[in-house]
């Protein structure tokens, strides 16, 4: 079976532009959470959604939103980029109620904000 | 503010011998536990989960879980270069919480 997965691999953008980013979860998960890691940091969690409903929001800016699809897939979109956007995106895909609640990561997005 | 704590590292140990990561967190109420080993470069690999007190074996990884002294740690027994990595400890606070709050890594290093 396929793993999570996430495109674009990397991607470059300049201050202020927008960003899409794009996740789809293993099959049968029906959860997809999005975290951003800088470099020698641990990940920071960001949205969690189920069944297309927002499940939880961490501490980020408004410029940050996401979605998620009837198929499970999600986005995210960053807004007005600024420098330290830049960041390794990582999406994780779950099954609630699974066990321990196990999230299992997609490969990441680099993001380089210029 | 719940945290995560681990030793940044790096961890260096030779090849055979067993190496030994620790993790404390700050709420008694965590309900879950996780290891994710991440490579330079790669994203975070979950290799071990624990919910209860005790230990969790799999392969040349053992867990382990004290929630009285809210510390889990991660065993690798017969280190292998190929364990060379950072290991990410991660909690799930509560009931009805899915978000991960992970410490910083510890870099393993492991010497042939």
């Known amino acids: 079976d396929a793993g999570v997965t996430q495109s674009p691999t990397h991607l470059i953008k300049t201050r202020g532009q927008h960003v899409t980013l794009r996740c789809s979860p293993i099959?049968?998960?029906?959860?997809v959470s999005w975290y951003q890691q800088v470099l020698g940091q641990g990940p920071q969690f960001i949205f969690q959604y189920y069944e297309k409903e927002e499940r939880g929001r961490g501490n980020f800016p408004d410029r940050f939103s996401a979605r998620q699809f009837p198929n499970y897939s999600s986005e995210l979109n960053v807004n007005a980029l600024l420098l330290g956007d830049s960041a390794l995106y990582l999406c994780?895909?779950?099954?609630?109620?699974?066990?321990?609640?196990?999230?299992?990561f997609g490969p990441g997005t680099r993001l380089t904000v210029l | 503010q719940k945290e995560v704590e681990q030793n940044s590292g790096p961890l260096s140990v030779p090849e055979g011998a067993i190496a030994s990561l620790n993790c404390t967190y700050s709420d008694r109420v965590s309900q879950s536990f996780f290891w994710y080993r991440q490579y330079s470069g790669k994203s975070p690999e979950l290799i071990m989960s624990?919910?209860s007190n005790g230990d969790k074996e799999d392969g040349r990884f053992t867990a382990q879980l004290n929630k009285a002294s809210q510390y889990v740690s991660l065993l690798i027994r017969d280190s292998q270069p190929s364990d060379s990595a950072t290991y990410l400890c991660?909690?799930?606070w509560g009931a009805g919480s899915y978000q991960l709050t992970f410490g910083k890594g510890t870099k393993l290093s492991v010497i042939p």
């Open positions: 624990i919910y």
């Open positions: 991660a909690v799930i």
């Open positions: 994780a895909s779950s099954h609630p109620g699974g066990r321990y609640n196990e999230q299992f």
């Open positions: 099959s049968g998960h029906k959860s």
